[in-house]
């Protein structure tokens, strides 16, 4: 394997892209599902805009760096990642907050039914949303549904209005077919809208092609826009002129310089907006986009499906490693950018290998989720983290008397 690796990485049409990036050295870091990495162009373009467009042209930043527009020429940059035509995507607020001004747009287009279908085990916080919007209107007007995974299709009926899924499942990294499932969620009239914050910048997406309504995604996972960085929505311009959002601040309004006392939404995709953009947040995403922007999405897919396969197979050579348990599809192609583990000790052993430089994540109960980020990882680290995680594997009972198993706050 010594060798394939190494031809792996002399082969790797993206390797050069890890420059890109800044990364601490001594440290594999395999959480860029949560977190991506900061790349060179983000550090640079965040103290331009500190220095000279705030601490020298102060409010003149608006105009002359076109502030005002940065939501929209962000989101344009994401599109081609969603297979998205311009237009139909915004930067703004996260995935919580945009995915209450998409239910409560999408239940008022569907009068007659207010079940709103989602899965269990899905992120948290896209049910809990559901939950707020029903406390809200109430259940005659917003009833959530979640049932397992396996029985969604046979929950598409006449009375969902709304059908709201994570593409690449959190835990577990399972991919849904989304044009299977949009495709049979429309032909009972359902509005389908996609959680992507596992899938932008990781999996080629077909987001125009699928007819998706509407999607939501994250800036900081594998789209490197950091901690807390801006989401973003896509909604498809055939909506454009059937919808409004509840949350109608000024930057959302037409002409919001006019300031006019009554609400009027502006023409497309900005109606999405409702706040003042966060400028320094969003041209640190701004700026990281451009590692993409020569980036075949296909490619980087290919990357990070061998990569995985690797850990697999490097995995397998070791005896010692046969406890962790694949939770995550055996089947590449059924999975994201990520492999999850379940162990009774996973705690214990997701904090051995931070303190050894290798960088995965704990989820409760007892998962260890290792993320690929094909851009700025190599072969070799997937081999040096296997190698890691060999040792602390055969120290375990060392690690079971230092670290207790214990919830993450991460
Ligand atoms: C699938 C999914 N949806 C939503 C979120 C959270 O979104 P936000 O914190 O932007 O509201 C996350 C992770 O934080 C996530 O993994
Ligand atoms: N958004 C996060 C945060 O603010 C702190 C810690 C982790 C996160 C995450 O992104 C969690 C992530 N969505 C997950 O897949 O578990």
Same mark, same amino acid.
């Given at each position: 394997m010594q060798n394939t690796v190494q031809q792996l990485d002399d082969n790797d049409p993206l390797a050069h892209k890890r420059n890109a990036f800044v990364l601490p050295e001594n440290m594999i870091y395999l959480d860029g599902n949560s977190l991506g990495a900061l790349t060179r162009r983000s550090s640079e373009r965040v103290q331009e805009v500190v220095r000279q467009?705030?601490?020298?042209d102060l409010i003149g930043g608006w105009n002359l760096h076109d502030w005002i527009n940065l939501p929209q020429l962000t989101g344009e940059k994401i599109a081609p990642l969603l297979g998205a035509k311009s237009g139909q995507v915004i930067v703004c607020d996260s995935i919580s907050v945009n995915l209450f001004k998409l239910l409560t747009t999408a239940l008022s287009m569907q009068p007659g039914r207010v079940r709103v279908l989602s899965e269990q085990g899905n992120f948290p916080t896209d049910l809990y949303m559901v939950q707020g919007v029903q406390t809200l209107l109430g259940e005659q007007r917003c009833e959530l549904r979640s049932v397992a995974s396996e029985q969604l299709e046979q929950e598409?009926?006449?009375?969902?209005?709304v059908l709201l899924l994570t593409h690449v499942n959190f835990r577990s990294g399972h991919i849904h077919d989304m044009q299977r499932l949009t495709r049979l969620a429309h032909e009972k009239g359902i509005l389908v809208i996609w959680d992507l914050a596992h899938s932008a910048g990781a999996v080629p997406l077909t987001l125009d092609l699928c007819k998706v309504d509407f999607a939501v995604g994250c800036g900081y996972k594998y789209l490197n826009g950091g901690p807390g960085a801006p989401a973003f929505i896509y909604a498809a311009e055939k909506h454009h002129s059937a919808v409004q959002q509840p949350l109608s601040g000024w930057m959302g309004h037409a002409n919001p310089f006019a300031f006019t006392e009554d609400y009027q939404p502006a023409l497309g995709?900005?109606?999405f907006l409702t706040g003042t953009p966060s400028i320094l947040a969003l041209a640190a995403l701004d700026a990281a986009l451009d590692v993409f922007a020569d980036v075949d999405m296909h490619q980087l897919r290919d990357k990070s499906i061998t990569m995985t396969e690797v850990f697999l197979a490097l995995k397998d050579q070791h005896a010692e490693l046969s406890e962790l348990q694949l939770i995550s599809p055996m089947d590449s192609q059924c999975r994201g950018s990520q492999l999850s583990f379940s162990h009774p000790q996973a705690y214990a052993i997701c904090q051995a290998l931070i303190t050894k430089g290798v960088v995965p994540d704990f989820r409760a109960p007892d998962i260890i989720r290792f993320g690929f980020a094909? @851009?700025? @990882?190599?072969f070799a680290n997937i081999q040096q983290a296997i190698e890691v995680l060999c040792s602390i594997m055969q120290e375990q009972s060392f690690l079971q008397s230092r670290f207790q198993q214990k919830r993450a706050v991460t």
């Open positions: 467009q705030w601490g020298q598409f009926t006449e009375d969902v209005a995709i900005k109606q094909p @851009l700025y @990882l190599s």
